[in-house]
């Protein structure tokens, strides 16, 4: 915590948590004219955001037409419900698609510009913006957005744990109980925004709601533990779809500490094959669907296998080598052997591949995107990858408004949630790109939203 600053008794408004959601709030409320603080428990700030690596999805976006790209929110909107089995919260998909564009153009006018595009599963266009230089989407939002909320004149406190929501005596959100390095502290506020992140490094909640999951692995920070949803079900609130845990299919969980290998490398033409070098899938399916098909292999993950093409285009491949995570091949014959799958049908796959990217044809597995080029230029690359857990879809029952609603569906005043804490946005299954773009979308709703509150308490 930092030692310069002291932490006052009394706040317009309270955020907990440091992620995208809780930055984007943080400097929407203060834009408005509130008095912000945000509350982080770890050390430093970011949370799960920093480490997504992929894009921030968007419909009718300026930065699509530049590209030539005519798409329309419309089916941004059936595809993701589509995507989520049809269980999306219809009003909050509509509200998150129709104000997808302009959260691109608002994070331009901080600086942070999302000018590159790129594909996701289960999307048809190019909706996933990412910075310019390729890098990942993730750390270069949470840094910039820190930078501007710092300079805003909101102070961030790290390591502060908010260990309880207050309630005035008509159970009003009035504040919270924080526990510092410094000891426990009561601050005051006119609005509360839970921006604390999802529930999948918790084991103690995913053995409750899905305990086949319970020993798979984890790309999550180790501090996205569920905490924003304990302190709202403490004070009457209602949680949601929470058997609905996301496993990402590709993750790198050979190492102590599991990475992700974000869906961005498929989008630019990565592929995915089995022990015999086969493809077994149409790698931009939905991630529920692709990782099942890994899982059923029952080989001990796959691999990816790209080639330096694919590579130029996601420079986040530079950071995955960079730690080791990447096996590389001057030809296929040698990238085969090093990672002991069978060098003929790699060899034939890939010709296969090629050929269906040049008639933009894949009649074996149907996939119709990510085929921008052929993987004919050395040397070659592969990453051993299994599923693991990525994201929990379930959480507290929000509004559009962001605003909390209890067991009952009625609003508890002065209360807010949004990101990956809030439920019910992506019905079964999470859409690549679309938590980027929920952080920034619904992070913006409830700082507006709480400034309005806030304007009409005395």
Same mark, same amino acid.
């Given at each position: 915590?930092p030692n =310069?600053?002291?932490?006052?008794?009394?706040?317009?408004?309270?955020?907990v %948590?440091?992620?995208? #959601?809780g +930055? $984007?709030?943080?400097?929407?409320?203060?834009e408005?004219g509130?008095?912000?603080?945000?509350l982080?428990?770890n050390?430093?700030?970011?949370?799960n955001?920093?480490r997504a690596?992929s894009?921030?999805?968007a419909?009718?976006?300026l930065?699509q037409?530049q590209?030539?790209?005519?798409?329309?929110n419309?089916?941004f909107?059936e595809e993701?419900?589509k995507?989520?089995g049809?269980?999306?919260?219809?009003a909050m998909l509509?509200y998150?698609v =129709?104000h997808?564009a302009?959260?691109i153009?608002?994070l331009?006018k901080y %600086?942070?510009n999302? #000018?590159? +595009? $790129?594909i996701?599963?289960?999307?048809?266009?190019?909706?996933a913006h990412?910075p310019?230089s390729?890098?990942?989407?993730g750390?270069y939002?949470?840094?910039?957005?820190?930078?501007?909320?710092k300079?805003?004149?909101v102070?961030i406190?790290t390591s502060?744990k908010?260990?309880?929501?207050?309630q005035?005596?008509?159970?009003?959100v009035s504040?919270v109980?924080?526990?510092?390095e410094d000891?426990v502290?009561?601050i005051?506020?006119?609005?509360?925004?839970?921006?604390?992140?999802?529930?999948?490094?918790?084991?103690?909640?995913?053995?409750k709601?899905?305990?086949d999951?319970?020993d798979?692995?984890?790309t999550n920070?180790?501090g996205?533990t569920?905490?924003?949803?304990?302190?709202?079900?403490?004070?009457?609130a209602?949680?949601?779809q929470?058997?609905?845990i996301?496993?990402?299919?590709?993750?790198?969980?050979?190492?102590?500490?599991?990475?992700?290998i974000?869906?961005?490398l498929?989008g630019?033409?990565a592929i995915?094959?089995?022990k015999?070098g086969?493809?077994?899938?149409?790698?931009l399916?939905?991630r529920?669907?692709v990782?099942?098909?890994i899982t059923?292999l029952?080989?001990?993950g796959?691999?990816l296998?790209?080639?330096?093409?694919?590579?130029a285009?996601f420079a986040?491949?530079?950071?995955?080598?960079?730690?080791?995570?990447?096996?590389h091949?001057?030809s296929?014959?040698q990238?085969a052997?090093?990672i002991g799958?069978?060098a003929?049908?790699?060899?034939d796959?890939?010709s296969?591949?090629?050929?269906?990217?040049?008639?933009?044809?894949d009649?074996e597995?149907?996939?119709?995107?990510?085929m921008?080029r052929?993987?004919?230029r050395?040397?070659?690359f592969?990453i051993?990858?299994?599923?693991?857990i990525?994201?929990?879809m379930?959480?507290?029952?929000?509004d559009?408004?962001?605003?909390?609603?209890d067991?009952?569906?009625?609003?508890?005043?002065?209360?807010y949630?949004?990101?990956?804490?809030s439920?019910?946005l992506?019905?079964?299954?999470?859409?690549?790109g679309n938590?980027?773009?929920?952080?920034?979308?619904?992070g913006?709703?409830?700082?507006?939203?709480?400034t309005k509150?806030?304007r009409?308490?005395?």
């Amino acid at each position: 915590m930092p030692n =310069n600053k002291e932490l006052k008794n009394k706040y317009d408004a309270i955020i907990v %948590g440091s992620g995208g #959601t809780g +930055l $984007t709030a943080a400097l929407q409320a203060r834009e408005l004219g509130l008095n912000v603080v945000i509350l982080e428990k770890n050390e430093k700030t970011g949370g799960n955001t920093s480490r997504a690596s992929s894009g921030m999805n968007a419909s009718e976006s300026l930065v699509q037409l530049q590209e030539g790209i005519i798409d329309n929110n419309r089916d941004f909107y059936e595809e993701t419900l589509k995507g989520g089995g049809l269980l999306n919260d219809r009003a909050m998909l509509k509200y998150f698609v =129709n104000h997808s564009a302009l959260a691109i153009s608002w994070l331009m006018k901080y %600086g942070v510009n999302l #000018t590159d +595009l $790129t594909i996701t599963g289960g999307m048809s266009k190019k909706r996933a913006h990412r910075p310019g230089s390729m890098e990942p989407v993730g750390f270069y939002l949470t840094s910039r957005l820190a930078t501007q909320v710092k300079k805003a004149g909101v102070d961030i406190f790290t390591s502060a744990k908010v260990s309880k929501l207050l309630q005035d005596k008509n159970g009003r959100v009035s504040g919270v109980e924080v526990e510092t390095e410094d000891g426990v502290k009561t601050i005051k506020a006119k609005a509360v925004l839970l921006a604390t992140g999802g529930f999948g490094a918790s084991k103690d909640i995913i053995k409750k709601y899905r305990p086949d999951l319970v020993d798979y692995k984890t790309t999550n920070q180790p501090g996205a533990t569920g905490d924003g949803l304990k302190l709202a079900e403490n004070v009457g609130a209602q949680l949601m779809q929470m058997n609905f845990i996301q496993v990402h299919p590709t993750a790198d969980t050979d190492n102590p500490h599991v990475y992700l290998i974000g869906e961005g490398l498929r989008g630019e033409g990565a592929i995915l094959v089995n022990k015999a070098g086969e493809r077994f899938v149409n790698e931009l399916s939905t991630r529920k669907i692709v990782s099942n098909a890994i899982t059923d292999l029952h080989e001990d993950g796959a691999y990816l296998i790209f080639d330096s093409g694919v590579r130029a285009h996601f420079a986040a491949v530079e950071f995955y080598d960079h730690i080791g995570l990447v096996e590389h091949g001057n030809s296929l014959d040698q990238l085969a052997e090093k990672i002991g799958v069978d060098a003929y049908n790699l060899n034939d796959t890939i010709s296969r591949w090629n050929k269906a990217v040049e008639s933009h044809k894949d009649k074996e597995f149907g996939r119709t995107t990510g085929m921008d080029r052929q993987l004919d230029r050395s040397p070659y690359f592969a990453i051993h990858i299994h599923p693991a857990i990525h994201y929990t879809m379930g959480g507290i029952h929000i509004d559009t408004d962001a605003e909390v609603l209890d067991t009952n569906g009625n609003v508890i005043k002065g209360l807010y949630a949004a990101g990956e804490a809030s439920g019910g946005l992506h019905g079964n299954n999470r859409i690549g790109g679309n938590s980027i773009a929920e952080t920034v979308i619904f992070g913006r709703q409830a700082g507006i939203q709480m400034t309005k509150y806030a304007r009409t308490i005395k």
